[in-house]
């Protein structure tokens, strides 16, 4: 066909680094039809497509979708080619800015696990550490006989409401418990689960919680939030020290039972009080 001006699909294919298949493709779409198919089937290009072509792969490349390239040439001016652009340009930012929020939430979530052997190593020490500003969504147990079942179920209350509300719970979640109540023969009124919030959402009809930036008495541990001994020793420390609580035990989950082996079997968490100025 080479007498007749006409190019073979594997060397129109071959010139702009796409696949044979991918100008079949292009033929089914209508986005570039061959000007002549043979009778065994051969299909051949005339040499005027090529700027065509060359105009698809390179959108194409830009991640332009095609059924915006076609709709673009079907009558191509400049004004449409600009417009194209300017499209893929907003969804580009759209998709960067959806990125950064994921890459903050990979971050958040890292942050849960950095260091963790050493701090497991630390476990039942208590000490002082100054931690920011928190919103958690609450979701209260609903008895006060509680088991690993019950907490889970209370704990995906408060996670799926953030789900709802387009966040990922990437910050991690805990437990509340009274500090009063602990001491009393109902340690486990007015306790419930958390979900730490990754940022400041716009939620309605849910109980959140405001953990004040300040300087909490910590200690890791290996212990269930309904096993309330570890609370005991942090408290009972914090009265050594003659520290006063200024608000509710935070228990925060670090790792969870995905995590059990032959020498982790319980949850390993960080106990958490705000220090009274």
Not at 29 to 45: D, F, M, S, W
């Amino acid at each position: 066909m080479r007498d007749k001006g006409l190019i073979k699909i594997s060397e129109m294919a071959s010139l702009h680094g796409v696949s044979r298949q991918t100008l079949i493709l292009y033929d089914k779409n209508g986005l570039l039809k061959p000007v002549e198919i043979a009778e065994n089937g051969y299909r051949y290009y005339s040499v005027d497509q090529i700027p065509r072509l060359r105009q698809i792969c390179l959108l194409k490349e830009m991640g332009v979708p095609l059924s915006d390239i076609r709709a673009h040439l079907e009558a191509p001016t400049t004004d449409s080619m600009r417009a194209l652009l300017e499209g893929r340009r907003q969804a580009i930012a759209q998709e960067q800015a959806r990125l950064e929020e994921q890459l903050r939430e990979l971050n958040q979530l890292d942050d849960i696990f950095v260091h963790v052997r050493t701090k497991e190593r630390n476990a039942g020490i208590p000490f002082v550490l100054w931690i920011p500003e928190r919103t958690a969504l609450f979701s209260p147990f609903p008895k006060e006989r509680m088991d690993e079942k019950t907490l889970h179920l209370a704990l995906m209350d408060a996670w799926g409401r953030l789900l709802e509300a387009g966040a990922i719970p990437s910050r991690g979640f805990a437990s509340l418990l009274d500090a009063p109540a602990l001491r009393s023969d109902r340690p486990l009124d007015g306790a419930g689960s958390l979900v730490i919030m990754p940022r400041e959402l716009p939620m309605d009809d849910v109980a959140l919680v405001k953990l004040p930036a300040g300087e909490y008495a910590c200690m890791y541990k290996h212990a269930m939030p309904y096993d309330v001994e570890p609370a005991h020793q942090l408290l009972d420390w914090m009265g050594e020290q003659g520290l006063e609580p200024a608000g509710p035990v935070v228990d925060r989950c670090l790792l969870d039972s995905v995590f059990y082996d032959e020498n982790r079997t319980a949850d390993f968490c960080r106990l958490e009080v705000l220090i009274a100025p």
